[in-house]
């Protein structure tokens, strides 16, 4: 069982910058397959970024295209954190983002990912 708490979702104006964390419990967090997903209004939940396990490259990221080159994604196993820094915010950023775990290497959507958290949120006015 792996319970997620994200915190850092703000006001943010355009082109500002943004932090996300998310604490994750549980001794076996280096295990998991960890993503950011994010759900604006009257839209479906989609993929933000990922972070998984590779035996032949280690820990290795990917990114909806819509954030490349603007979001990055990490994790901290030592302090079971996984991170998203979000750099040139824009108004379609705007969003509830999630962080959710995966015990599978190679989850393939949002339907992989079996602990989320409650959510925080992000806004970037127009």
């Known amino acids: 069982q792996v319970q997620l708490v994200e915190s850092g979702g703000a006001l943010v104006q355009t082109g500002g910058s943004l932090r996300l964390s998310c604490a994750a419990s549980?001794?076996?967090?280096?295990?998991?397959?960890m993503g950011w997903f994010r759900q604006a209004p009257g839209l479906e939940r989609e993929f933000v970024a990922s972070i998984r396990w590779s035996s032949a490259i280690g820990y290795y990221a990917d990114y909806a295209e819509s954030v490349k080159g603007r979001f990055t994604i990490s994790r901290d196993n030592a302090k079971n954190t996984v991170s998203l820094q979000m750099n040139s915010l824009k108004p379609e950023d705007t969003a509830v983002y999630y962080c959710?775990?995966?015990?599978?290497?190679?989850?393939?959507?949002?339907?992989?990912?079996?602990?989320w958290g409650q959510g925080t949120q992000v806004t970037v006015p127009s």
């Open positions: 549980g001794r076996t967090f280096s295990r998991y397959s």
């Open positions: 959710a775990a995966s015990s599978s290497s190679y989850p393939r959507s949002a339907n992989d990912y079996s602990y």
